[in-house]
């Protein structure tokens, strides 16, 4: 029963951690694009290369 006084408050601490967490990222448009983000950064590796390769041949 003693336990129980710990975990409550314990559990709410990190219940309202959690909801936070969740707000933030949301607010920070972590979720904003899904579908291309991996796509993104190929094309990012390719760009980079590019650039890379233009400046090596000036």
Aim: net charge negative; aromatic share 10%.
């Amino acid at each position: 029963m003693l336990s129980i006084y710990l975990l409550i408050p314990l559990s709410l601490m990190l219940f309202v951690v959690a909801i936070w967490a969740i707000y933030y990222a949301v607010k920070s448009n972590q979720f904003e694009d899904l579908d291309n983000a991996p796509e993104q950064i190929i094309l990012d590796d390719r760009q980079a290369r590019r650039k890379n390769i233009s400046k090596d041949h000036q």
